[in-house]
């Protein structure tokens, strides 16, 4: 083949190929599609294939994603409760294109941002409207019968279908809240409240180790004094009872008082001479009289 | 011919004034970065296009004059033409010169800022866009490709012209024409890759452009400043200033080629260029390229499912009877764009985490502590208390606080796709969907149990409850997903109260230890006290059995001593006296004053040291108490 052949070829081919392009389109499984003529919304495939077109611009495909969408507030936004309570919520919704030609029309180009922003303030208003008819305990309660989550999440997400229906082409499948908090100021007063709570448990703690400790401590002390007290009490009766039955022994100095007195008195000298003791005597002191004596014995008689 | 050549430049200004205009509305509806971005270059050779074509003019208007002065001097011969200045004479040459001494720099300059610029702008341009998903893909890829093949047949044509007839200022409009055509075949390529699932190819397109368009502008200032020392030789044809080398290669790489092939034949010494395999690849080039097509499309009729991956197999956008889902191995299908593929990871465990943001840095760290934050962000979520519902209970109904205490949470949830249909076709993202279900039954959970529950008795309980809920709701939605784990790996309260709770522990310790103390002091007073009371009684009854039987021993002793006293009282009492001082004072220290004079008055310092003193003088002693 020529080299201009090949080249005719290669051309050709690639006309076909962009020529395909421009003729025809695909519907995927998770996709509907709309085609306008001039601007006209003229046929709506929701099944998936291969369809057929005038090229552009005198037929054009809109191709949406049928399948259910995420929905999340951008803002994390302060509201009321029915007990004057200030509370921000955040929620969630699942939402599908259930009328591919409305929802074209109601959006510009069927832009998904632009439904998802008029999807955001269908739902803010319709979360507000409905937070503001519960009160803060339905939110959150160590109760359980308090809690009412669900059911605030079902009035809402009717309220929103309400709106929704027939307007919009999209349905809201299902709505839940992702989220909730409080205001800074109230958060940094909760955090303030949590610290308080900690500090009485913090006191009260060292308030039961002292007062059990001071228990334990003078119940140690009854006990000691106690046990000593009748330590005394039996050791002065046992002293007692030796000194009376020595007492039956000591009628007999009564036999000779003079000479009991003199003994004891030696006794008691003896004792009291045998700590340390100093004795200041002068000559006269027997035996020590007989340092002036003279140094020889009495004579014999 | 110089006509016909004429137009051939105004053509080619036009066609890139509309290539330009047409590709960037097209890249702009289409939302393609490679596009917008080739948008500019076709943009750029309109200008040089335009340029170049008023030079062309130029020089058709100096060619013209130069023909008219030719005739006027055959007819008239030497004349008082000739006497005018030279200047006068040719309007339409210095027309030329002017514009080429002034305009071409000034042009090319400018033509360097807007390349430098476009550049710059660009890719700072590209660095905030992420990879948009594409509009109309398939009028994009057809649109730039019939330009494609306009500009580039129009392009040769060009380009052939001037080679040819040497028409220099043909052929930077000619290079644009072919560059743009090579350009726009790329942005097909490229939509064609994303469309196919490699999204990010767009956007590197679009980055390698632009570094083309910072070459180029690298190049326009490198031939300015090279001009600025050019030596300049009257009658030499100047090259032109704005045309770029660059350009002409990427557009005519054959002229590379050809340059390799008369490098390669110097080289070698002999004709390498007219070789049978030379001759084969230049003829056969095309055919191979052609082929390479071919394999490249062929290749999309071999899917293989990798371990762990199911992929949807859908023909025109349908999924195929029968052959619905792929399983790991090798599989048939019909070629891209026919037969489509995409795949999931059905059997790997996929995971995401609720209630903070990890940190990679922080994830190195060894130890964790509730006051140190360890991920990149920490959610504060409510979480009801009994302590503050309590206080309420006290309070007037409109200064009630509100009944609740703030939690942090890091729980990682695992889970596997268990109906790959279910997974891809009924939601758009399920798996961010699947996030928003888990956090919202984490909220819901944590609103209705107590802080200091969940904290401590009902932590094991709480990952299996999220569990349940969690599939519970997944399967309410038909997600199509099966919930493995939900861990609690860290629930405790926020950072900033942090240091609050451990001094509660702390507390707790504290009171152990004041009590253990108490206790050991218990301890030890009691057994003691109970020691010395049994001392007592003991010494007593010790003092009792010492004292009665020397009591008895005093009586028997007594009675003898009344016998030998009755017997001989003065001895018996001198006898005892004398005994009782050599028992008693023996041990005792004695001072004996033997001085005769005893109205002196003796001071004795009786303390010990003094004492020891007092031995040391003790023979002096008595000397003064003697005087």
């Known amino acids: 083949m020529k080299k201009s052949n090949l080249s005719l070829l290669v ?8 020529g395909l392009l421009l003729f025809a389109y695909q519907v995927r499984q998770t996709q509907v599609a709309v085609v306008t003529t001039f601007g006209k919304p003229t046929s709506d495939r929701t099944e998936p294939g291969l369809y057929w077109k005038m090229p552009w611009p005198i037929q054009k495909v809109y191709q949406f994603d049928k399948r259910i969408q995420n929905f999340e507030e951008d ?3 302060e509201t009321f409760t029915s007990d004057k309570k200030n509370l921000l919520v955040r929620v969630y919704a699942g939402w599908r294109i259930i009328e591919p030609r409305v929802f074209l029309q109601r959006f510009a180009n069927g832009s998904v941002q632009e439904a998802e922003r008029t999807l955001e303030g269908l739902i803010r208003t319709e979360k507000n409207a409905t937070v503001g008819k519960h009160p803060f305990s339905h939110f959150i309660s160590p109760n359980e019968n308090d809690l009412k989550l669900v059911e605030i999440e079902q009035e809402i997400l009717k309220s929103v279908q309400e709106r929704a229906k027939g307007n919009y082409g999209v349905e809201v499948r299902f ?5 909730l908090g409080l205001p800074e100021s109230i958060t940094q007063k909760v955090f303030d409240r949590m610290k308080a709570e ?7 703690y060292k308030g039961q180790g002292e007062s059990q400790s001071i228990i334990i401590r003078a119940t140690a002390d009854r006990e000691r004094d106690s046990i000593l007290a009748q330590g005394d009490a039996d050791a002065m009766r046992i002293r007692g009872q030796g000194d009376a039955e020595a007492a039956k022994f000591y009628s007999v100095f009564e036999k000779a008082p003079e000479l009991a007195l003199y003994i004891l008195g030696l006794n008691a000298l003896e004792q009291t001479l045998k700590e340390r003791s100093t004795l200041i005597l002068d000559q006269r002191t027997p035996p020590f009289n007989l340092l002036t004596a003279k140094p020889e014995a009495p004579a014999k008689k | 011919m110089e006509r016909n050549i004429r137009k051939i430049g105004l053509v080619n200004l036009w066609v890139l004034l509309a290539g330009a205009t047409t590709s960037f509305v097209l890249a702009r509806l289409s939302a393609s970065f490679a596009g917008q971005t080739v948008s500019v270059f076709i943009g750029l050779g309109f200008l040089i296009a335009a340029v170049s074509y008023f030079q062309m003019r130029l020089e058709e208007r100096e060619r013209l004059e130069r023909l008219e002065f030719d005739e006027l001097a055959k007819s008239r011969g030497g004349s008082a033409l000739f006497a005018t200045e030279e200047a006068e004479l040719f309007a339409a040459r210095r027309s030329r010169e002017q514009f080429e001494r002034f305009m071409v720099p000034a ?17 700072r341009w590209l660095e905030k866009s992420s990879s948009a998903k594409l509009a109309e893909p398939l009028v994009a890829m057809a649109l730039f490709g019939l330009f494609a093949l306009v500009l580039f047949l129009l392009g040769k044509y060009s380009a052939g012209i001037a080679r040819l007839e040497g028409q220099r200022l043909l052929r930077p409009g000619a290079s644009y024409l072919l560059l743009g055509a090579y350009l726009c075949f790329v942005v097909v390529a490229s939509v064609a890759a994303v469309e196919a699932g490699f999204s990010r190819v767009d956007v590197f397109a679009a980055r390698a452009l632009c570094v083309l368009l910072a070459l180029n502008a690298l190049e326009t200032m490198v031939s300015l400043v090279l001009e600025i020392y050019r030596p300049r030789v009257k009658g030499q044809q100047a ?10 290669l990427l557009s005519q790489p054959e002229g590379l080629i050809t340059t390799a092939a008369q490098a390669l034949d110097y080289q070698f010494g002999f004709k390498v260029s007219e070789t049978w395999f030379y001759r084969f690849l230049e003829k056969a080039l095309a055919w191979l390229v052609l082929l390479q097509l071919g394999a490249l499309l062929l290749s999309t009729c071999f899917v293989f499912m990798e371990p762990g991956q199911e992929g949807l197999l859908e023909r025109f956008g349908r999924p195929v009877e029968g052959r619905q889902i792929l399983q790991p191995g090798a599989h048939l299908k019909f070629p891209w764009p026919i037969d489509r593929v995409v795949r999931y990871s059905t059997q790997q465990i996929q995971s995401f985490n609720v209630g903070f943001i990890p940190d990679p840095e922080r994830e190195k760290e060894s130890t964790v502590l509730w006051t140190v934050p360890h991920y990149k962000e920490e959610f504060n979520l409510l979480v009801a208390s009994r302590d503050s519902e309590a206080a309420l209970a006290t309070s007037a109904p409109g200064e009630q606080a509100v009944p609740v205490s703030l939690l942090t949470v890091g729980i990682p949830v695992h889970y596997q796709i268990s109906d790959v249909k279910a997974w891809a076709y009924s939601y758009s993202d399920a798996g961010q969907l699947l996030e928003k279900i888990a956090t919202r039954e984490v909220v819901r959970y944590l609103v209705g149990v107590d802080l200091n529950e969940i904290m401590s008795t009902a932590r094991q309980q709480t990952a299996e409850v999220l569990r349940q809920r969690i599939q519970d709701r997944a399967n309410e939605l038909d997600l199509g997903v099966k919930i493995l784990f939900v861990g609690l790996q860290d629930i405790h309260p926020p950072v900033k109260v942090a240091p609050y709770y451990e001094a509660v522990v702390a507390a707790i310790q504290e009171k152990e230890a004041r009590i253990l103390e108490a206790q050991a002091y218990s301890s030890n007073q009691v057994p003691v006290a109970a020691a010395k009371a049994k001392r007592k009684v003991l010494e007593a009854e010790a003092y009792r059995a010492r004292k009665v039987p020397l009591a008895e021993a005093q009586k028997a002793r007594f009675t003898n001593q009344m016998a030998a006293y009755e017997a001989s009282p003065t001895i018996f009492s001198a006898r005892s006296y004398y005994q009782t001082m050599a028992r008693g004072a023996s041990g005792a220290r004695k001072y004996i004053l033997a001085a005769t004079n005893t109205q002196d008055v003796l001071n004795v310092n009786l303390e010990d040291k003094i004492a020891k003193s007092l031995m040391d003088s003790a023979a002096g002693l008595s000397t003064p108490g003697a005087k």
Not at chain 2, 239 to 248: A, I, K, P, T
Request: aromatic letters at 16%; glycine letters at 10%; charged letters at 20%.
């Open chain 1, 75 to 77: 803002k994390f936004e």
């Open chain 1, 198 to 204: 900690r500090d009485r448990l913090v006191q009260e």
């Open chain 1, 11 to 18: 051309g050709f081919l690639l006309v076909i190929i962009f």
């Open chain 2, 107 to 123: 042009f090319t300059v400018i033509l360097f800022l807007l390349q430098a610029g476009g550049a710059f702008l660009l890719w």
């Open chain 2, 239 to 248: 090259r032109l200033l704005y045309e770029s080398r660059l350009v002409g």
């Open chain 1, 175 to 179: 709505l839940g809240i992702k989220k």
